[in-house]
Each structure stands twice: as C-alpha cells, then as structure tokens.
C-alpha cells in the first residue's frame, strides 16, 4: 500500500473563515510534507515533519498551521487567507528523511479562497 | 538555490511516437526523480534513479541519471493517450530537500 489520502478533495473558503486539510498514511512512513502547487508550477515545499516534529518551514505565513498529531497524520490549519493562496495543496511522506528515500504524493486538496 | 531547467516545456506528438525530455542542473544531485501529473492529481512515481550513469526502465518508459550528476532524462516510447500529462523531474540532495523542474506538459493525438 503506497496511499496518502487527503480530505476533502476540493474546499471553497472566504476570507475569515477557519479550515482544515488533512492528511494520511498508513504506510509506517516518519516524514510527512506540505506543498503548494499554483496552475502549470511545479510543487513548492511549505513544511517538512520528521518523527511528529516540525523539521522544515519555508517561511510560510502564519495564517498556515501545520499539525502532526501523530505519525500517520498530518493537518494544516488555515485562517484568515487570501485569494492568492488558492492551489492544490499536496500532501506527501516519505520513509524516512533522508537522500535516497521517495516521497509518495497524496491527490491533493485544491483550494479556492473568495 | 539549486534551480532545475526541464526541457521541452510542451510536446504534441502523435500515439506511437516516442518522446524524450531531460532535465539539467547547475549542482549535483544524489537522487534524480521523475514524476507524472494528471489534471486535479497529486504527483505519481515514474522512476527514482540513485547512482550516476543508472539506466532504469519502467515498462515503456527509461530514465538515466547523468554521469556527472548534475542531468537526468526520460524517454516514453510508443506513446498512447493516456501518457497525456505533465511530467516533472525532481532531484533530492542530502537533507531530502527535493527540488522539481517546471514541468513537461505531453499532449498525444489519437
């Protein structure tokens, strides 16, 4: 099983609502990742989870929260955001955080923020 | 940064055609990746490349990893509708920092 699910598959937010995306695997994976993927753009990295601690955070605005409550899942927490963080937020894991291990990709939750 | 440069930006080829794409770097790597992306999809595994001068196959698809490390490419031979997508490359180095290319968007006439 190399499955990463995320829910819900599409969220339409305004402005000053509170949602969350969330994010699982059952595949004894440690590392756990958040990207932000634009239209016709490549993945960018938003935060890296290794062992249920944050590792990584590529200066993402606070209005982005990431959680890892435990080792098979991961949330982001979002609030107060703008019509520019609309995207297709990829959710990945990976065995281990190291140079020769895959990270396997969720299909991802697009975001459309009014 | 380390920045990738992936070639072609969009292909439109005929099914059966075969297709080649590469992806090159100012600064090595320890993993070259390659990934397809179908619309509204998360990225899916092609190929994962872990030593320099590996040739690798996947049913119709090859990818090599440059002998200087610092250039990968993928080739799809005897293209079918369903190859339609982007294809990324991505390369890791050590902290598992992955760092992807722009994206190949492959169109295949039927």
């Known amino acids: 099983d190399t499955e990463v699910t995320q829910t819900p598959k599409h969220l339409v937010m305004g402005m000053t609502n509170k949602k969350s995306l969330k994010c699982e695997q059952h595949m004894g994976h440690r590392a756990m990742y958040w990207y932000k993927q634009k239209a016709k753009k490549p993945p960018e990295l938003m935060f890296v989870y290794s062992y249920e601690k944050l590792s990584i955070n590529e200066s993402v605005p606070s209005r982005f929260s990431p959680e890892c409550p435990n080792s098979s899942l991961l949330n982001l927490h979002l609030h107060a955001l703008q019509p520019e963080d609309s995207a297709l937020y990829l959710c990945a894991s990976s065995h281990d955080w190291t140079s020769t291990d895959t990270q396997y990709f969720g299909p991802g939750t697009r975001l459309t923020v009014l | 940064g380390q920045q990738l440069n992936q070639s072609p930006q969009s292909m439109f080829i005929q099914e059966g055609e075969d297709v080649s794409m590469n992806c090159t770097s100012s600064?090595?790597?320890?993993?070259w990746l390659w990934y397809k992306q179908d619309p509204g999809e998360g990225p899916v595994l092609l190929i994962a490349?872990?030593?320099?001068?590996e040739l690798t196959s996947n049913g119709r698809l090859t990818a090599q990893f440059g002998i200087t490390r610092k250039d990968s490419f993928l080739n799809i031979s005897a293209s079918i509708p369903s190859d339609v997508g982007i294809y990324f490359c991505?390369?890791?180095?050590?902290?598992?920092?992955?760092?992807f290319g722009a994206g190949t968007r492959l169109t295949v006439k039927p």
């Open positions: 991505a390369g890791q180095n050590n902290n598992n920092d992955m760092r």
């Open positions: 490349l872990y030593k320099a001068g």
């Open positions: 600064s090595i790597f320890n993993t």
